[in-house]
T-cell receptor, first 111, second 118 residues
Framework: SQQGEEDPQALSIQEGENATMNCSYKTSINNLQWYRQNSGRGLVHLILIRSNEREKHSGRLRVTLDTSKKSSSLLITASRAADTASYFCATPYTGGFKTIFGAGTRLFVKA | DTEVTQTPKHLVMGMTNKKSLKCEQHMGHRAMYWYKQKAKKPPELMFVYSYEKLSINESVPSRFSPECPNSSLLNLHLHALQPEDSALYLC?????????????????FGPGTRLTVL
């Protein structure tokens, strides 16, 4: 089974609304990361949250981590059309020797 | 310079061709990665280099051959590819492994090479 699964798979909202995406993982981790990918481009790192942190903010982004439930959420507030992209969570795997990406959530923000 | 560059941006090749993808970073990172990404799927790890040595090969077919000539450069040599190898190939780098060998750093990605195999 896959380390790092996300829901929803796709999300369509109006500009100005908030967008929430969730990520679940299976093994113990020391950190979890979120990345954004615009269509057909490289991934851009958004935020890293460590296992001893419960919540982290960066601009309009808010990430939470619940290690007891092995889950994380990414909240984008006051979304903009430019936030349209795919969002992936990423977790260290096999002792941290590599990073595994979740299936991703495709976000579409309508202007 | 906080950028990872990849060339070419697009590549079309026949199944008998030999071509190479190139990746470069000048951030002093000691870990470099190749990923393959199909449409609407997450990136899949192919290879990891740590201090210019191959540390992870995710059972990638031998028609893909990575090379790390120096700490700034990563190549992926392609030979006798199949149409199903058509994908976006992403290169990434990170500061490097911890003393334990674990890689838990943020990765910096290049824009990718869109490969089409005819």
């Amino acid at each position: 089974s896959q380390q790092g699964e996300e829901d929803p798979q796709a999300l369509s909202i109006q500009e100005g609304e908030n967008a929430t995406m969730n990520c679940s993982y299976k093994t113990s981790i020391n950190n979890l990361q979120w990345y954004r990918q615009n269509s057909g481009r490289g991934l851009v790192h958004l935020i890293l949250i460590r296992s001893n942190e419960r919540e982290k903010h960066s601009g309009r982004l808010r990430v939470t981590l619940d290690t007891s439930k092995k889950s994380s959420s990414l909240l984008i507030t006051a979304s903009r059309a430019a936030d349209t992209a795919s969002y992936f969570c990423a977790t260290p795997y096999t002792g941290g020797f590599k990073t595994i990406f979740g299936a991703g959530t495709r976000l579409f923000v309508k202007a | 310079d906080t950028e990872v560059t990849q060339t070419p941006k697009h590549l079309v090749m026949g199944m008998t061709n030999k071509k190479s993808l190139k990746c470069e970073q000048h951030m002093g990172h000691r870990a470099m990665y190749w990923y393959k990404q199909k449409a609407k799927k997450p990136p899949e790890l192919m290879f990891v280099y740590s201090y210019e040595k191959l540390s992870i090969n995710e059972s990638v077919p031998s028609r893909f051959s990575p090379e790390c000539p120096n700490s700034s450069l990563l190549n992926l040599h392609l030979h006798a590819l199949q149409p199903e190898d058509s994908a976006l190939y992403l290169c990434a780098s990170s500061p490097g492994p911890l003393s334990s060998g674990a890689m838990t750093d943020t990765q910096y990605f290049g824009p990718g090479t869109r490969l089409t195999v005819l």
